[in-house]
């Protein structure tokens, strides 16, 4: 018998401004026939004036729990993926915690800017594999529209904002891959590469900073380290691509999924995108379209799911769970 953390329950939510290409052909040297060829973003969600990280978690906690048929006092744990605090610190997870209104167990921030909810569901596996927690609820929540260099258009069209949610529960499996749950993570990072993505402010400069990223770095990286990371969790279960249902990668770039998906050996009518629509929303990208992929269907009970994404730092890994 093994303990399994099994998905109960999943939500998302979006803010209501949808901010198309053609918004940026207003202001900047670009095109929608540019941002869409080179990235496959069509559009994205903008928070409102005064709109925070902490409150588009809430509401993808709140769909969440709804689809669990859960209370908020039953989470003993809650562990949110963000790079876009609201503010330094407390922690978004205790703002969250506050605005459920959940006064008991423990919640913390995770930080791998894109990999953050990969980074997350292995820090939440971890913890209901040891026994600590049995409930976890695991958000991935930005607001990138926050640390945009509007002046730059290499940067500025690609990312948007958003939140999605899921909820872990311990249940016991029998031990094989057969089992429902997080069966295998894989998690790698290598600092050399800090400088190819960053904010150029925060504690140390006294502001937020704007976003840099040399992206056909970045690009060349996500390229050779995302099928390999899902390989290699794949193959700590004993499972490779066939036995994969749907791939559920970051969505940065239409052009990395696709590289990616090849590189796997998974056709593109077994991967969930939901770039053309959200843009890059950073930690948030993966929870969001597990749940556009539940909410269409596509993702059912029993499907082998491989999540995984690459990001600042350069961290990158990858998720395998039996849904
Ligand atoms: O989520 C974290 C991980 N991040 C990523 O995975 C992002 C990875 N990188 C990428 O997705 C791509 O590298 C980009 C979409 C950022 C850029 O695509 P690219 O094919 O690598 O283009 P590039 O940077 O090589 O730029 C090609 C040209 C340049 O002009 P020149 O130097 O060839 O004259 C750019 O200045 O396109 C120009 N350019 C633009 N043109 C119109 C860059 N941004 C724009 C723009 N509109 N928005």
Redesign the pocket.
Known sequence: MTRRAVVKGIGHYLPERIVPNTEFEKT????ND??VS??GIERRHFAAEGETTSQLATHAAKAALDMAGMDASDIDAIIVATSTPDNTFPSVATMVQSALGNTTGFAFDVQAV?AGFVYAMSNANAMILAGQADRVLVIGAETFSRIMDWTD??TC??FGDGAGALILEAETGIGTSDDRGILATDLNSDGRYKDL?YVDGGVATQNTGVLR?E??E??RH?VEKLAQTADTALEKVGLSAEDVDWVVP?Q??IR?IQSTARKLGVGMDRVVVTVQDHG?T?AASIPLALSVGVSEGKIKPGDLVVTEA??GGLAWGAVVLRW
């Open positions: 900047l040297d670009t095109s540019w941002i080179r990235s894109c258009r290499s069209v690609l993505l990223m992206g056909k970045v690009f996500a970051h940065a770039n990395i890059n950073s690459i990001g």
